[in-house]
Nanobody
Framework: VQLRESGPGLVKPSQTLSLTCTVS??????????WSWIRQPPGKGLEWIGNIGPSGSTDYSPSLKSRTSISRDTRNKQFSLQLSSVTPEDTAVYYC???????????WGEGTLVTVSL
């Protein structure tokens, strides 16, 4: 399974950050797997943003829920992140990942740096 993030590397404050993860070698509708977005701000630890499950149901971090939307395109094996009203504190390396229902993340994308700045 391979995952690849894509999207703008620079977003202005108050705008919406949009990223897409393209999956190859696996199905995003297979039972038992959740497709997650995780980020790591500079000098800080990993932060789970949310995921989308095999049925299309979503789950979000409580601290980001009001600004987050995760969707999917099953035909193209993609899932996407939208984070609204961004501030410089949203600057981070954003990762997409496959999360097993029982067992944690087993595949990661390489990550993409998104900087929020004028």
């Amino acid at each position: 399974v391979q995952l690849r993030e894509s999207g703008p590397g620079l977003v202005k404050p108050s705008q919406t950050l949009s990223l897409t993860c393209t999956v190859s070698g696996g199905s995003i509708t297979s039972n038992g797997y959740y497709w997650s977005w995780i980020r790591q701000p500079p000098g800080k630890g990993l932060e789970w943003i949310g995921n989308i499950g095999p049925s299309g149901s979503t789950d979000y971090s409580p601290s980001l829920k009001s600004r987050t939307s995760i969707s999917r395109d099953t035909r193209n094996k993609q899932f996407s992140l939208q984070l609204s009203s961004v501030t410089p504190e949203d600057t981070a390396v954003y990762y997409c990942a496959r999360d097993r229902a029982f067992g944690g993340v087993d595949y990661w994308g390489e990550g993409t740096l998104v900087t929020v700045s004028l």
